[in-house]
């Protein structure tokens, strides 16, 4: 299936909303494709501009969603009118209530000791139904041999659809690219981010207002100032000053 993108600073973002985006991993489901799924703002492309690495996973992901309503604004500069913000918490919320028709089965990866747990009593309330399939909160590092061998025993026992991973940029992206070949019986990979923490209620989301508005940066840093100082206070000027280079042609970003 061939899915449009638009160009943001190199990274190929994909032209959609919420209801194209399901709609094209359910079709990818039942063609029996297999991907990833990358949940990006402008940390992640700010990221990507000194990580080669990183701007290969993009390139290379099923769907890279527009997290932040500056992919959005990007796209639609550039002639996109199509595309809408599809936001990691509610990409997770609408895959999976629409899942429970399908039968798809859940897996939850990330977060801090009880947290995935937490999510998936969550999940069991609020869509009857769901197929949450298993849980598994890794250490703050690389899995070492046992760990992965464990992990491995899980998934080949519970065959995930969807298997979600909660953990930050780049480091979600970067296990999602390793861990497809790994875990062979896992579907499809998505990279939600803090949704695993927004989804509980353990981190409060901004106001429905700042997200329309792009201000949703701004109370995250109130919320937690220390952590995100240098990714919002550094990152986003950054950005903004490449993206209007990139808009009036004074420099070239391609995609290749």
């Given at each position: 299936m061939e899915i449009e993108k638009t160009n943001v600073l190199g990274v190929p973002i994909s032209v959609i909303d919420q209801t194209r985006a399901r709609e094209i991993l359910f079709d990818a489901l039942r063609r029996g494709?297999?991907?990833?799924?990358?949940?990006?703002?402008?940390?992640?492309?700010?990221?990507?501009?000194?990580?080669?690495?990183?701007?290969?996973?993009?390139?290379?992901?099923?769907?890279?969603?527009?997290?932040?309503?500056?992919?959005?604004?990007?796209g639609k500069l550039q002639g996109e009118q199509s595309i809408e913000r599809v936001y990691g918490p509610d990409l997770m919320l609408n895959i999976c209530e629409h899942s429970v028709r399908e039968g798809h089965r859940h897996f939850f990866y990330g977060g801090v000791p009880g947290v995935a747990e937490q999510l998936r009593d969550q999940f069991e309330k609020r869509f009857p139904g769901i197929r949450i399939v298993g849980t598994y909160t890794p250490p703050f590092r690389r899995l070492n041999d046992d760990e992965v061998r464990d992990l491995q025993t899980i998934v080949r026992a519970t065959r995930p659809d969807f298997f979600w991973v909660g953990l930050s940029t780049p480091k979600q992206e970067k296990f999602m690219a390793q861990y497809m070949?790994?875990?062979?019986?896992?579907?499809?990979?998505?990279?939600?981010?803090?949704?695993?923490?927004?989804?509980?209620?353990?981190?409060?989301?901004?106001?429905?207002?700042?997200?329309?508005?792009?201000?949703?940066?701004?109370?995250?840093?109130?919320?937690?100032?220390?952590?995100?100082?240098?990714?919002?206070?550094?990152?986003?000027?950054?950005f903004a000053i490449r993206a209007a280079a990139q808009l009036t042609g004074v420099r070239k970003y391609g995609l290749d």
């Amino acid at each position: 299936m061939e899915i449009e993108k638009t160009n943001v600073l190199g990274v190929p973002i994909s032209v959609i909303d919420q209801t194209r985006a399901r709609e094209i991993l359910f079709d990818a489901l039942r063609r029996g494709e297999r991907g990833y799924v990358t949940v990006t703002g402008v940390h992640g492309v700010t990221e990507a501009q000194r990580d080669p690495t990183l701007r290969e996973i993009f390139r290379r992901a099923l769907l890279v969603t527009p997290d932040g309503m500056p992919m959005v604004w990007m796209g639609k500069l550039q002639g996109e009118q199509s595309i809408e913000r599809v936001y990691g918490p509610d990409l997770m919320l609408n895959i999976c209530e629409h899942s429970v028709r399908e039968g798809h089965r859940h897996f939850f990866y990330g977060g801090v000791p009880g947290v995935a747990e937490q999510l998936r009593d969550q999940f069991e309330k609020r869509f009857p139904g769901i197929r949450i399939v298993g849980t598994y909160t890794p250490p703050f590092r690389r899995l070492n041999d046992d760990e992965v061998r464990d992990l491995q025993t899980i998934v080949r026992a519970t065959r995930p659809d969807f298997f979600w991973v909660g953990l930050s940029t780049p480091k979600q992206e970067k296990f999602m690219a390793q861990y497809m070949s790994i875990l062979p019986e896992a579907k499809i990979f998505i990279g939600v981010g803090a949704a695993f923490d927004l989804l509980t209620g353990r981190v409060r989301q901004a106001p429905k207002w700042m997200q329309r508005s792009g201000l949703e940066w701004f109370f995250r840093l109130t919320q937690e100032p220390r952590r995100l100082s240098r990714r919002y206070l550094i990152n986003n000027p950054l950005f903004a000053i490449r993206a209007a280079a990139q808009l009036t042609g004074v420099r070239k970003y391609g995609l290749d």
